[in-house]
């Protein structure tokens, strides 16, 4: 994940009581979305997954997130996400150009 070498890479506001924490895979890239109060403690709203159709979702790594008003912004090198802050139902996506090469599953296999 990002987060794990650049803490910019979370966002935190206390006013919206919101902590979005980028976290992927080899087969997932997602922002986790949490809501913390001091009398509830720290509960997952839910999951934006920049994932696609690739085999491989290396490019698709959740980078950022930020909020405009009632909108949450998540940015991967593959996609900017927009999501409403009160359920994180989807508002648009913007697909972005990528040099990313993807190769098919045992491309580079060796045979023996």
């Given amino acids: 994940s990002e987060v794990s070498s650049d803490h910019k890479a979370f966002l935190f506001s206390k006013s919206k009581n919101l902590l979005v924490v980028p976290m992927g895979g080899y ?3 997602d922002a986790y979305v949490f809501h913390i109060s001091l009398d509830n403690g ?3 709203k839910g999951n934006i997954s920049h994932s696609g159709d690739d085999e ?4 698709h790594s959740v980078k950022r997130s930020l909020y405009i008003e009632n909108v949450l912004y998540t940015i991967s090198d593959g996609m900017i996400k927009m999501n409403d802050l009160a359920d994180l ?9 990528s040099s990313f090469q993807s190769w098919p ?3 580079y296999s060796v045979s023996v």
């Fill in 105 to 107: 599953i045992g491309y």
């Fill in 56 to 59: 491989y979702y290396w490019n």
């Fill in 27 to 29: 087969w997932n890239q």
């Fill in 89 to 97: 139902h989807a508002i648009n996506s913007i697909e972005l150009p």
């Fill in 42 to 44: 720290i509960m997952l």
